[in-house]
């Protein structure tokens, strides 16, 4: 079943194969911090200390987002939704506790089970980092638990369930991008519908967290392209170069936005990789086209029923172990 036609099935195959086949879908996008997101480890907020550009050769401490930062919230919103619409049942599939492997989920974003098999992930995410430095990106709050009473005392002894954290601003730009290995149209759209729909990044994602996906383009390749932090590092190059770059100040989404299209534009360049790139205007038809489909509860269904074909006709054919013969009687 075909479900867009503003591309050339070229770019996808028919059904998941089992061996890389060298197909690429790179997803570009912008990451905007909403609110006060936390990417930590150990309690303190990952950091990076990297050149500033690629033209720009001063050192500079940049926020780091983590792959795992990224990948595990969208593979849940995708998870989320194949609960919603009855295609995986709670108690058949739990993330990171028991993985049915027959689903979209296991087979796109991959699974590990011991000595039950594992799958490894055909979406590649790497570690993406702030355009600006650590020091203009984050802020340290006082955090405290209050009583019932609303006060930090009870009976004269006051609590001391004061700590500090650092968080990371609003309107942080992290660029990133997401490869998808080797995409069925279906396995494509169930990626791209999970970055559109993922809202909360990092930890205490119940309050905080909140990030917006702003997807710029995407590559098809018959390989992988540019790095994130080398993105990040020609978007800093030119927006120091048109003046945009005002590290006092939240940088503006649309000068960010520019700059980011014209700097894959320039690193696409200079790759020595068949690729088709639709970015910026070129991207438009592609994105009103999904937006107009994941809105569609029918053409959802069909969507998720599609990938859900797909996966577990590959589970079947290489995940799932033989079944026994059984003995014979003599």
């Given at each position: ?9 070229k ?11 060298g197909k ?37 401490s ?7 930062k990224?990948?595990t919230p969208?593979?849940?919103?995708g ?25 979209p989920?296991?087979i ?17 995410v790497?570690t993406?980092?702030?355009?600006t ?12 638990a ?7 005392s ?45 809202r909360h ?17 995407v590559?098809?390749?018959?390989g ?7 993105w990040t ?15 006092s100040?939240p ?6 936005l ?6 894959i534009?320039q690193?696409?360049?200079e790759?020595?990789?068949v ?50 013969s ?5």
């Amino acid at each position: 079943m075909a479900f867009l036609k503003t591309i050339d099935s070229k770019f996808f195959h028919n059904a998941i194969p089992y061996k890389p086949m060298g197909k690429y879908a790179h997803f570009l996008t912008i990451r905007v911090t909403e609110s006060y997101p936390l990417f930590q480890t150990d309690g303190e907020l990952n950091k990076a200390r990297v050149r500033a550009g690629i033209e720009d050769s001063t050192p500079l401490s940049r926020l780091a987002m983590f792959k795992r930062k990224q990948s595990t919230p969208e593979r849940l919103v995708g998870r989320e939704l194949l609960r919603s619409y009855g295609l995986v049942k709670p108690e058949d599939c739990e993330y990171n506790v028991k993985f049915a492997m027959n689903n979209p989920d296991c087979i796109i974003y991959g699974f590990a089970i011991g000595d039950s098999g594992s799958e490894k992930s055909k979406v590649v995410v790497d570690t993406a980092f702030s355009i600006t430095a650590f020091d203009e990106s984050h802020e340290t709050f006082t955090l405290n638990a209050p009583f019932e009473n609303g006060t930090m005392s009870k009976q004269g002894e006051v609590t001391s369930r004061i700590n500090q954290q650092d968080h990371i601003r609003p309107q942080v730009f992290f660029p990133s991008i997401v490869t998808l290995k080797d995409p069925t149209e279906a396995s494509f759209l169930y990626v791209f519908n999970n970055i559109l729909r993922t809202r909360h990044y990092g930890a205490q994602t119940t309050r905080t967290g909140r990030v917006r996906n702003e997807l710029i383009g995407v590559v098809f390749a018959d390989g992988e392209i540019t790095s994130n932090l080398r993105w990040t590092q020609a978007i800093y190059d030119c927006m120091r170069a048109t003046n945009t770059l005002h590290l006092s100040d939240p940088l503006n989404e649309d000068d960010v936005l520019t700059a980011a299209k014209t700097a894959i534009a320039q690193l696409m360049a200079e790759e020595f990789i068949v690729h088709t790139d639709l970015i910026g205007d070129a991207f438009k038809p592609l994105l009103d086209e999904v937006k107009t489909l994941t809105g569609n509860e029918d053409r959802v269904k069909a969507l998720l029923k599609q990938a859900m074909n797909e996966s577990q006709a590959y589970f079947t054919a290489y995940v799932e172990k033989p079944k026994k013969s059984a003995a014979k009687v003599g």
